[in-house]
C-alpha cells in the first residue's frame, strides 16, 4: 500500500512545507508543520488558506519523492503532476500533449527529475509544461 504523506502550499505566506499531522477543531482540518522539537515550535495554519499536494508514491530518479503539483523533466521535456479524477490516478500533463498520461505510459519515474513546482517555480510551467 501507498504511504500517505503530504505537503502544503500556504497561500496565505506563500511557502511550502511537510504536513505531519492533521487535526480537526472547530474551524475545521489544520495541518500542523513542525519547525523545531518540542510542543512550543508547532505552527498552525488553518487548511483553507491552503492547498493540501499528496505524495504520488513514486520517487524520481535521484530518489526524491514526486508529489502533486510538482515539475518534472526528462529527455523529451517538463511534465506537470496532477491528479485526474476520471481515471483516479496522478497523471503528466505537458503543453503540446492532446491528453494527460500516467507514468509508465509516457515516461517512467525514475526517468524523471523533480526540478520545482507550481507554486514556487511557474516560470517553468509557462516555459513547458
Known amino acids: 500500500m501507498r504511504e500517505k504523506k503530504f505537503r502544503a502550499w500556504d497561500r496565505k505566506n506563500?511557502?511550502?512545507?511537510?504536513?505531519?499531522?492533521?487535526?480537526?477543531?472547530d474551524s475545521?482540518?489544520?495541518?500542523?508543520q513542525i519547525?523545531?522539537?518540542g510542543i512550543d515550535d508547532?505552527?498552525?495554519v488553518y487548511a483553507a488558506d491552503c492547498d493540501l499536494l499528496e505524495y504520488t508514491g513514486l520517487t524520481d530518479r535521484n530518489g526524491?519523492?514526486?508529489?502533486?503539483?510538482?515539475?518534472?523533466?526528462?529527455?523529451?521535456?517538463v511534465s506537470r503532476i496532477v491528479w485526474h479524477d476520471t481515471f483516479a490516478s496522478f497523471c503528466l500533463v505537458r503543453k503540446g500533449w492532446?491528453?494527460?498520461h500516467f507514468?509508465?505510459?509516457a515516461v517512467d519515474p525514475e526517468d524523471v527529475e523533480v526540478i520545482g513546482n507550481i507554486y514556487e517555480n511557474p516560470e517553468l510551467l509557462s516555459k513547458e509544461a
Open 28 to 32: 475545521g482540518c489544520i495541518p500542523r
Open 103 to 105: 507514468f509508465g505510459e
Open 98 to 100: 492532446l491528453s494527460s
Open 64 to 77: 526524491k519523492g514526486i508529489c502533486e503539483g510538482d515539475l518534472c523533466r526528462d529527455s523529451t521535456g
Open 35 to 37: 519547525k523545531g522539537e
Open 42 to 44: 508547532l505552527e498552525f
Open 14 to 25: 506563500k511557502r511550502i512545507f511537510q504536513v505531519y499531522s492533521f487535526d480537526t477543531v
